[in-house]
């Protein structure tokens, strides 16, 4: 019988070798993962199933299902259309048609929260307006006071006939069972993403929905790095949660309501589409705004992608709030030329993390990459930077749950708004400079001089970045 065992692992570990060197990934990849095989083969071939296997090229829902809704916002909304960009950008606005089939789409008012109080008394408000339906999609959905404030508010739509949706990811509140069977139970129509059931392991456990994304009649829309916790409100560890969301009134609430239609069909294997769901909005502001989604199965990477552009285009400065400083190689060499070249570049991370002890640890390792190119950083002290923004010389923006980490780019489902008005990038622009008294700036003769055992555990820690 062991003979029989040891025979199957190693024709699994030739195979699984096999179908790594035929992905023609990037060689450091597919030698640490034949490494990792060939060292650990038996704990290597579970890790490989679960964070390993190549899922580009699949598919959430067919194409064709996603033309068709592409098609209702075109119908909907064509005189908002935008062709050509303000301010030189009609290249990213291409990048993003190209790679996502992004509309730019103008006559939007946009709100920027940057306390979440103001955004969740917005949304409640929005939400008792209610006529037709509300879909509503977040990362964490928790079953605390604020969770149940807006349970509630959803309950009495549901009551009152109003079509409700909701999407909650599955590893993300697995304790939460119950808060979602007493929304299930008042009329509120529930799915899980991608449901996970401990202790069985997937190759889809690792990808998490960490998209965050209101729809109300399909004229208004909401997204942004906020979650629904008491914690967004109150604060986290004596000090403020600090986070950045938008509102969107006009025809890019359109697009928001494809991420999440496409989301819905996914999960509860639900075709909704229509112009009931696409209705024409008409002008609400001057904004233009392009919503780009982006996942572990489509074939670009397409919210990094758009980020780099905005930060190799700039010609000012890039400003940039994020939870982890834990980018890609594409992003990392992104950010050091723009600085090298001159631009003023700036980078506010939390001076604590919120996710153990290896993910703090792995952003500070990558700290003197930047510094050295001339990028400056700086710790948030007033409490918990989470925040997702980046603004680039005073004409466009990015809000949304993209976070610069391995993770959100190339293994979480994400959304973000690329945003070309001036108003709004001043507010942002605004807003970094407010976070920015709130921070420590970092010196690059003091950083460099912190001692070698903080320099291997950050080290360390930075092996792990592809699953952090």
């Known amino acids: ?94 990048l993003l048609w190209m790679t996502n089939k992004a509309l730019p789409l103008g006559d939007n008012d946009i709100k920027v929260y940057t306390k979440f109080d103001d955004m969740f008394g917005d949304l409640l408000r929005d939400l008792a307006e209610a006529k037709d339906h509300v879909h509503i999609e977040f990362y964490i959905f928790e079953d605390d006071e604020i969770g149940r404030r807006l349970g509630e508010a959803l309950i009495a739509l549901a009551q009152r006939g109003v079509e409700v949706r909701v999407i909650y990811d599955s590893a993300a509140n697995l304790t939460r069972a119950k808060f979602y ?46 979650n629904i916790a008491t914690r967004y409100s109150k604060g986290i560890r004596g000090g403020v949660w600090r986070d950045t969301h938008i509102r969107i009134a006009g025809p890019a609430a359109a697009e928001i309501q494809t991420s999440f239609l496409v989301d819905w069909e996914f999960c509860a294997k639900e075709y909704v589409n229509g112009s009931r769901y696409y209705p024409h909005i008409g002008r609400c502001g001057n904004a233009i705004a392009q919503i780009a989604t982006s996942g572990p199965m489509d074939e670009w990477n397409v919210t990094m992608q758009g980020m780099m552009r905005m930060i190799t285009q700039a010609k000012e400065y890039v400003y940039i709030e994020s939870p982890y400083l834990i980018p890609t190689e594409p992003v990392l060499m992104a950010l050091r030329n723009a600085a090298l070249s001159g631009v003023d570049v700036r980078l506010i ?39 997702k923004t980046l603004v680039a010389d005073g004409t466009m923006a990015t809000v949304g749950s993209t976070n610069l980490d391995v993770r959100s780019f190339e293994q979480n489902f994400e959304i973000n708004a690329f945003i070309y008005d001036r108003e709004v990038a001043q507010t942002l622009k605004e807003a970094f400079m407010k976070d920015i008294e709130d921070s420590v700036p970092v010196d690059i003769q003091r950083w460099e001089a912190r001692s070698k055992w903080s320099r291997f555990k950050e080290s360390f820690a930075r092996l792990f970045s592809p699953v952090l």
């Open 349 to 387: 991370v939390p001076i604590q993390g919120d996710r153990g002890i290896l993910v703090p640890l792995a952003t500070r390792s990558y700290v003197e990459d930047v510094l050295v190119a001339g990028v400056k950083v700086y710790f948030y002290k007033k409490g918990y930077l989470h925040s």
């Open 1 to 94: 019988m062991e003979t029989f065992v040891q025979i199957v692992t190693i024709l699994a570990l030739v195979s699984v070798i096999i179908v790594l060197i035929s992905q023609n990934r990037h060689p450091v990849s597919t030698l640490a993962w034949i490494l990792i095989l060939c060292l650990l083969p038996g704990l290597g071939l579970v890790l490989y199933y679960v964070f390993g296997t190549h899922k580009k090229k699949s598919r959430l829902v067919k194409d064709s299902r996603i033309s068709e809704r592409k098609d209702q916002v075109v119908a909907a909304n064509e005189n908002s259309i935008r062709r050509e960009l303000p301010d030189g950008h009609s290249d990213i606005a291409s």
């Open 181 to 226: 069977r007493w929304l299930r139970k008042n009329g509120v129509k529930v799915k899980a993403f991608m449901p996970v059931i401990l202790p069985i392991l997937s190759p889809t456990t690792n990808n998490r929905n960490h998209r965050k994304a209101v729809v109300i009649d399909g004229k208004v829309g909401y997204t942004g790095g906020m």
